[in-house]
């Protein structure tokens, strides 16, 4: 069957760091460029990171940069994403996403393809 599942959202206080894993199944996981995104209550969903299928480049949101780290382990079929510092404007929903024939900045900015969705997972960061 295939699917992504997000794990590893929770609450957790401003500074502090959460990682997101995104594990696939189903499909040639190491032929998609996957992307991490995010949406907060009453904003549109946003691209926080993504990364090629080779794992040999990545984009990352301005708001993120030298906070956040995505990467992947193709042979477990398993995206990560490392998140630091964390402040209560990273409090959303998460979702990772896996895209064929596109790049990872127009993955990320979302003017790229997406096959396939996760269910998403909440991270909460108190103040």
């Known amino acids: 069957q295939l699917a992504l599942v997000e794990s590893g959202g929770g609450l957790v206080q401003a500074g502090g760091s959460l990682t997101l894993a995104c594990a696939a199944t189903g499909f040639t996981f190491h032929g998609y460029a996957i992307g991490w995104f995010r949406q907060a209550p009453g904003k549109e969903r946003e691209g926080v990171a993504c990364?090629?299928?080779?794992?040999?480049?990545?984009y990352y949101e301005d708001s993120v940069k030298g906070r956040f780290n995505i990467s992947r382990d193709n042979a477990k079929s398993t995206v990560y994403l490392q998140m630091n510092s964390l402040k209560p404007g990273d409090t959303a929903d998460y979702y990772c996403a896996a895209g064929s024939l596109t790049t990872i900045q127009a993955m990320c900015l979302g003017r790229g393809r997406v096959d396939y969705w996760g269910q998403g997972t909440q991270v909460t960061v108190s103040s």
């Open positions: 990364i090629r299928y080779s794992g040999g480049m990545t």
